[in-house]
């Protein structure tokens, strides 16, 4: 009981730390929108979610953070403009990559990230 309670503590101090860093770097409170730039080249994902509790809130919170950090040790998506959401566990790339090769590692990368329940690859490349 009291291990499922820290882990849920730490659930929503997770969630509510992402929530104010996005909040401070895009300039505003909702967590509907996401938008990345890079030179010519822009993302922005509007998307309403439906949680029906903080913890659900948080679960998609941690695969996003995930799915980041593991297209980031990848370096699939270095210097290239991909945005990423998740709504109860199905992840959403979108964005500019190099090349159709890299869009499908990028996506499979998602996918193995565990917790994903399924993968929306709408990443295009130039």
């Known amino acids: 009981m009291r ?11 997770a969630v509510g730390s992402l929530m104010g860093l996005l909040a401070v770097s895009a300039g505003a409170e909702s967590d509907s929108s ?5 030179e010519h080249d822009s993302v922005n994902v509007a998307a ?7 913890a659900e809130r948080a679960n998609d919170a941690l695969l996003i953070t995930e799915v980041k950090s593991a ?8 210097n290239h403009v991909v ?20 869009a499908k590692h990028a996506g499979d990368i998602a996918a193995a990230a ?9 990443l295009t490349w130039r």
């Open 3 to 13: 291990t499922n309670l820290v882990k849920a503590s730490l659930a929503i101090f």
């Open 34 to 38: 996401n938008s990345v730039s890079h």
């Open 48 to 54: 309403e979610h439906h949680y029906n509790s903080p």
């Open 71 to 78: 297209l980031a040790d990848d370096g699939v998506t270095d």
């Open 83 to 102: 945005a990423v959401d998740c709504d109860h566990g199905k992840i959403l790339l979108s964005g500019v990559v190099k090349s159709a090769a890299d």
């Open 114 to 122: 565990q917790g994903v329940t399924g993968v929306k690859n709408q």
